[in-house]
């Protein structure tokens, strides 16, 4: 991580163009040195947190059924965080904004988004302002339970982790608390009044700064230093792994905070998004890129509660957070987007580090999150519970993650003996082919409306010729599913997306409380300190439980120094964790990737539209490529999967425009 800042100066609020060439501008606001000082010993920071200097974040926790890959690992009881506006009432459908009622037990994500770990994201030197409600359900483990045949049968689905405590919170490490201790979101100290210190937070109660199902509460913080932070609740901190609480159900997030001065921008859109803020073309087709654009105050935006939010930068003019994605574009307060030298040490006296790429220019920050030992139902029960293949399969299943997705080898394997998903028809697939790489498997942690298991989620390895096993138990065959398709086109799988040449930030936490990790990325390297122009190189580090790294690519950024094209690997460098589902791609493009066009959006123009959008709420859940659009190939999908809009980074040169592709179905002889 690297260290605090002397930088002063912060965006301010503007609109119109960012222009992705130096020839853009935006207006800048001085803080008074006097609003960052710190009080040595005191439990809070000596700030004055204004609407200038103060990000707000609306945040909520609710019970969230999540699907981890294409195969059908999943959990029906599932925990996350998300901002208030991606959140729906699940009874009506509904946004807050539309008219929904968010109501603790009935919210769930927006249809289009896809479930991630929160990221929220603030600036060194900067306030956070956390206004957080509880909208878990009044009891715990609310959904589907039991699944399948009774508890303890082969097959069994028996998903009750959940920590029975409904209390919740927002914590935060790496922060200073702003005014009293009751921002920490923990049970510490005098942070739990009352004599009944162990008792749980009822619906409607309120203990210290934990919360119960239907309480709201604001945390006050003072983010000081650049880094990667994680984001937990200690409302529930005994039971499931390792006494880890609701670790193990995906309740945790992510906390970046960026150096001084940075302005937050969106990385990966889907198609109309791009197209919404594309305001013009270069001479070589290139667009030119309103940063500022809104949603359109029309459908189906009103409906989706995006309308005149912005489609870019992730916050609005007064401030709020309302994208959280894991990937970002972060770019530094000068007019053409890059950062004062002042950010670094290095560069403040007028130095810089040889092996990295210019850290004055904008960078493109990559959130990913470990988690292990994670409850779920794996995609075929019965194999697993089998009382001989349980051992076999106890390395291999989808149990260890990156951002709530993962691709164990266990379940591809037998994917592929029962010729279902993208592996049915490859004969001769062995060992690593499985889980290291997209051409057999396809992306990693990709989700699909329908998993490859449906229908024979029973299947049992001991009646492998029985109806259990098959869709046409007469042929004993299943093939691919007629008329599935992808999903998610901003962010469908397992993979950051970069353009070779691009500066990039790895923000890795460990979100678990168990094991130990080692990251290690293919084909890149970064530096222990990246102040220091004497330290080690490395493609490999430890992360601890509860820990965060900033890691800052050299050797040139995305591609390395030989601007290599294509997919770089990085995953957790002990075996058994890998072949458990905790990898992930980066892939470094050498074209301009405005998107995949959707068959929803009605686009006039399969390559180059420029009208048509979708017409119903939440329609951009299907990553379902228009016939003749560029997309990627899949092994199972003939159209192929999406290609997310990856957006230029302002002040650098753009790559070319692509030749015009298209993907086509090709029988090949049933291999």
């Not at 945390?219 to 792994?241: D, K, M, R």
């Amino acid at each position: 991580m690297t260290n605090e800042h002397n930088h002063r100066c912060r965006a301010g609020t503007a609109s119109g163009l960012l222009s992705p060439t130096p020839k853009g501008a935006l207006g800048l606001l001085c803080l008074s040195a006097s609003l960052l000082g710190l009080v040595p010993g005191s439990a809070s920071a000596a700030v004055s947190c204004t609407a200038d200097n103060t990000i707000t974040a609306n945040v909520v926790v609710f019970d969230s059924p999540t699907v981890f890959n294409r195969l059908g690992a999943q959990n029906p009881n599932w925990i996350t965080y998300a901002l208030r506006r991606d959140v729906i009432d699940t009874r009506t459908g509904l946004p807050e904004s539309a008219g929904g009622v968010l109501t603790p037990g009935f919210v769930g994500l927006r249809p289009d988004k896809r479930p991630r770990p929160l990221i929220v994201r603030s600036v060194a030197g900067e306030c956070l302002k956390v206004n957080f409600t509880n909208l878990l359900a009044p009891i715990a483990n609310p959904n589907d339970v039991q699944q399948g045949p009774a508890q303890g049968q082969p097959g069994a689905l028996f998903n009750d982790d959940q920590v029975a405590s409904r209390c919740a919170g927002f914590h935060a490490t790496g922060t200073e608390l702003v005014g009293t201790i009751a921002s920490d979101g923990s049970l510490v100290g005098n942070n739990h009044p009352g004599a009944d210190v162990a008792g749980n937070c009822a619906p409607g109660d309120q203990k210290g700064s934990l919360v119960g199902p239907g309480v709201s509460i604001t945390y006050q913080l003072y983010t000081p230093h650049e880094g990667a932070y994680v984001i937990n609740s200690y409302g529930a901190t005994i039971g499931s792994e390792a006494n880890s609480g609701n670790l193990a159900v995906g309740m945790f997030g992510g906390l970046n905070v960026q150096p001084k001065g940075a302005r937050l921008y969106r990385s990966q859109v889907t198609e109309e998004e791009l197209r919404l803020a594309t305001v013009g073309s270069t001479a070589l087709g290139q667009p030119v890129i309103d940063y500022e654009a809104v949603y359109p105050n029309a459908a189906p935006w009103i409906a989706e509660g995006k309308a005149g939010l912005p489609v870019l930068n992730m916050l609005t003019a007064t401030r709020e957070l309302v994208h959280s994605d894991i990937n970002a574009i972060v770019v530094g307060p000068n007019p053409d987007g890059s950062f004062p030298p002042s950010t670094y040490p290095l560069e403040s006296v007028g130095k810089s580090n040889p092996a990295l790429p210019n850290r004055l220019e904008p960078y493109r920050e990559f959130s990913s999150v470990f988690h292990d030992e994670q409850t779920n139902s794996q995609v075929f029960p019965r194999w697993y519970n089998d009382p001989v293949l349980a051992y076999t399969l106890a390395g291999v299943k989808d149990q260890f993650m990156i951002n709530y997705g993962s691709g164990g080898i266990g379940s591809e394997i037998i994917a592929n003996r029962l010729h279902t998903g993208p592996m049915h028809d490859c004969t001769d697939c062995a060992y690593e082919e499985f889980f290291l790489a997209s051409q057999t498997v396809g992306d990693p942690g990709l989700l699909v409306n329908a998993p490859a298991n449906t229908g024979i989620e029973a299947c049992d390895p001991q009646a492998i010729a029985g109806p259990t096993c098959w869709r046409d138990p007469i042929n004993l065959a299943n093939g691919p599913i007629a008329g599935n398709f992808a999903l998610f086109q901003e962010d469908p799988s397992n993979v950051h997306h970069a353009y070779t040449g691009d500066q990039v930030k790895i923000r890795n936490i460990h979100a678990g409380s168990f094991e130990q990790h080692i990251f290690h990325l293919h084909n890149h390297q970064w530096l222990f300190n990246p102040n220091d122009d004497n330290a080690n190189y490395l493609d490999a580090q430890e992360i601890l439980p509860g820990s965060g790294h900033t890691y800052e690519l050299a050797n040139g950024g995305a591609g390395n120094r030989n601007q290599t094209v294509g997919d770089a690997i990085f995953h957790c460098h002990f075996y058994p964790h890998f072949a458990q589902g905790m990898w992930y791609h980066i892939r470094n493009h050498d074209v301009l990737e405005t998107g995949t066009v959707l068959a929803v959006s009605n686009a006039n123009d399969p390559q180059t539209p420029t009208e048509g959008f979708h017409a119903n709420p939440f329609e951009l859940r299907s990553g379902q490529p228009m016939v003749g659009a560029r997309a990627l190939p899949d092994g199972e999908l003939p159209d192929g999967t999406p290609i997310p809009a990856i957006v230029p980074m302002p002040g650098k040169a753009m790559p070319l425009m692509p030749a015009t592709v298209s993907v086509t179905p090709v029988d090949r002889g049933g291999f």
